[in-house]
């Protein structure tokens, strides 16, 4: 038998960070000796939404689902002992992209780095921000600005660097079908290299450069064949978009290069055991076919649904990559599907379903319209609402939640306490005092930092012109501005954004039949109304903090209208104080916090506290989210009335109890209604 070339492994990664630059930087170190061959970065919120840790919105946020980066000296701690000349780092940030960049460059240079060299990726990717993972900060045409910006500068000086790594990846977590996944996420990709090609500043032929530095993120469900032909078709596409509409000739930098994280939607608190084969069978869908296997995976750890993953989990992980790629024969063939009439029936299927979607959203102006217009957004809350509706039928089965729910005890989560990491409370403080500390000390020795003032006066300067904004970033990299300054900055040049939330225009996703379970919720609703000599039960669906996970609080608004409710939803990222201001001034019969962030232990308090304090303690507080058991007690003891986590399926039900509570909350008699 002859020797067959092995296909080289692809980048495996662990996404990773959490409490502070120290404590991460241990841990970079730590799974790199296990043989990890890329780094992840998972930054805190504040970090993501350009917030320095001690603002108002940080609070119960700083550290918990990433690491706080605010100025050069975190960046320098971070990556100590790690030279980055050698390393190829990953970075998920998208609005405070460019900033984390040049924090990054700027400590390169420090370790000697020769910053050509210098190999990774920056997320970078704002309208998936606007549609799902909500830590966008600008409107759309400076956001995409700054993309821009970002992608001409790293052709020129960082030419090995991935300045955006277009992400579908949150897309399916909101709901996104497969050809929604990628019809959105090419018209991401459209938009971002019309914007180049527009700005002027990369000459005609070197668009070829910038086409091969877009990379793509993508996600992997558990229906692994249909997964595997969306990258097949993904493949495809891009090929023809970027040979046909940009004149791209050259085939190597027409290759669609993506790199995944398998699906956390899926994964469940209920037997969370069943998420270690999930994760696998989503990871085969991206790496069987030689011809659209990912050159970078990550792969989440089977108990993110009940909190934050700890090294040995995430090391659990990693050895799932390693086992595939060193002890199968997997990397020893070609590709495996080619000549199957199956799958090529599959893809030829979804690249014309995908392009007739590509057309409709170019015909509205492009991405950047269809999203302010929020015709992306309410098809994502659309698609999502029908995928929860299919599963509360029984339609759509989940081992361990609708279906095989008996199980025996399980031992990885006898002690729940140490089943997960939890963040010491006490890290934010420590934080706030650090950065204090660096505000008030980066002028001196051993910094010698020059004053950050002019350097954020020529930031504004070039953000209200035309030139690129990375140098005068740079600038203020250089000089010790924070992070909330960098932000703060653009933010009184440009304006913030505050995207549509899709719930309103939603279609009706479970029908309200005569005898269905929603058609009993509903009776409940309107007999709990005529008792109050009320219209319609107001209930406000709320997001404190900054947390921007907004799909559970839109299917929870989306079916409590459906049920009857008049519902109050602003959005995201708003203050305990707002929301209670919200609740008094629309008169509402109930409060819904949702929360997957971990803040809920401080924000959640606060809002109970703040309704005792208007007298208002009728009023109903429900919490949702990925609460451990533990803080559920506590947040229960503290006066919430309810709280659901993922567990809590079916959404009708807690529409239900939510009724319960509001009749209990006014002393009104419980109902029986008849289903």
Not at 71 to 91: A, C, K, W, Y
Not at 238 to 243: A, L, S
Not at 252 to 270: H, I, M, P, W
Not at 299 to 307: D, F, I, Q, S
Request: with cysteine; net charge negative.
């Amino acid at each position: 038998m002859t020797e067959r070339q092995k296909d080289r492994p692809w980048l495996m990664r662990t996404y990773a960070g959490h409490s502070t630059a120290e404590a991460s930087n241990e841990l970079y170190r730590r799974n790199l000796a296990k043989g990890q061959t890329g780094l992840s970065v998972a930054f805190d919120l504040p970090t993501q939404t350009g917030y320095d840790s001690d603002h108002i919105l940080a609070r119960g946020e700083v550290g918990r689902v990433g690491v706080p980066i605010a100025h050069v000296g975190d960046m320098r701690r971070l990556f100590q002992d790690i030279p980055l000349e050698q390393m190829n780092t990953s970075m998920t940030i998208n609005a405070t992209a460019m900033w984390l960049l040049a924090l990054y460059q700027v400590v390169a240079e420090e370790q000697g780095a020769d910053i050509t060299k210098l190999q990774g990726t920056t997320q970078n990717d704002i309208v998936k921000e606007y549609l799902s993972r909500g830590t966008h900060v600008f409107p759309p045409g400076p956001s995409l600005r700054l993309t821009t910006d970002m992608i001409a500068y790293t052709v020129s000086h960082i030419p090995k660097w991935n300045p955006i790594n277009i992400c579908s990846y949150h897309l399916q977590e909101a709901g996104a079908t497969p050809v929604q996944e990628i019809a959105y996420a090419m018209s991401t990709a459209i938009a971002v290299l019309d914007a180049v090609r527009d700005s002027g500043q990369v000459p005609q032929e070197r668009m070829g450069d910038v086409v091969a530095r877009i990379s793509f993120f993508v996600n992997a469900g558990v229906r692994f064949v249909e997964e595997m032909c969306k990258m097949r078709a993904f493949g495809r596409i891009w090929d023809r978009i970027t040979r046909e509409r940009y004149g791209i000739e050259n085939a190597k930098q027409r290759r669609f290069r993506y790199g995944v994280q398998v699906n956390s939607l899926g994964l469940t608190e209920a037997q969370p055991e069943n998420n270690v084969q999930r994760i696998v069978l989503e990871m085969l869908a991206v790496t069987l076919s030689k011809d659209a296997r990912a050159r970078a995976v990550q792969l989440p750890a089977w108990n993110e649904a009940l909190g934050l993953p700890r090294p040995w989990d995430q090391q659990w992980s990693l050895r799932i990559q390693q086992v595939l790629a060193y002890e199968s024969d997997l990397l020893e063939y070609e590709d495996i599907f080619e000549g199957s009439k199956v799958i090529e029936a599959k893809v030829d299927r979804l690249v014309e379903e995908s392009f007739a979607e590509i057309d409709r959203i170019q015909e509205m102006g492009g991405a950047m319209a269809a999203v302010e217009s929020g015709y992306l957004k309410s098809q994502l809350v659309s698609s999502h609402a029908e995928r929860r509706g299919r599963i509360e039928s029984g339609q759509e089965k989940i081992i361990g939640v609708n279906i095989f729910e008996g199980t025996e005890p399980n031992p990885l989560t006898a002690d729940l306490d140490t089943a997960i990491q939890t963040v010491d409370p006490a890290v934010e403080a420590r934080v706030i005092a650090g950065l204090e500390q660096w505000r008030d000390s980066r002028y001196q020795p051993p910094f010698n930092h020059p004053r950050p003032c002019k350097a954020l006066e020529r930031l504004k300067e070039a953000a209200r012109g035309n030139e690129n904004l990375m140098e005068a970033t740079l600038e203020c990299a250089r000089a010790g501005a924070t992070t909330g300054e960098w932000a703060g900055a653009l933010r009184e040049v440009f304006g913030e954004f505050r995207a549509p939330t899709g719930v309103s225009s939603a279609p009706v996703a479970v029908p309200v039949e005569e005898g269905s379970a929603l058609a009993v919720v509903r009776h409940k609703v309107d007999l709990t109304a005529k008792d109050l000599n009320v219209g319609k039960l107001r209930f406000l669906v709320g997001k404190p903090g900054l947390d921007g996970h907004s799909n559970g609080a839109e299917q929870i608004a989306v079916r409590a209208r459906d049920a009857g409710f008049e519902v109050v939803y602003q959005g995201i990222r708003l203050t305990p104080e707002q929301i209670v201001d919200a609740a008094l001034a629309e008169d509402v019969h109930a409060v819904g916090l949702s929360i997957l962030s971990g803040s809920h232990a401080q924000l959640v308090p606060d809002v109970l506290e703040r309704l005792r304090v208007a007298g208002a303690t009728d009023i109903p507080v429900i919490a949702g989210g990925i609460i451990p058991n533990g803080d559920a007690e506590q947040l229960r003891e503290a006066g919430v009335a309810a709280v659901f986590t993922p567990k809590d399926f079916d959404i009708t039900g807690i529409i239900g109890r939510i009724v319960d509570e509001i009749r209990k909350a006014n002393k009104l008699d419980p109902l029986e209604v008849p289903a």
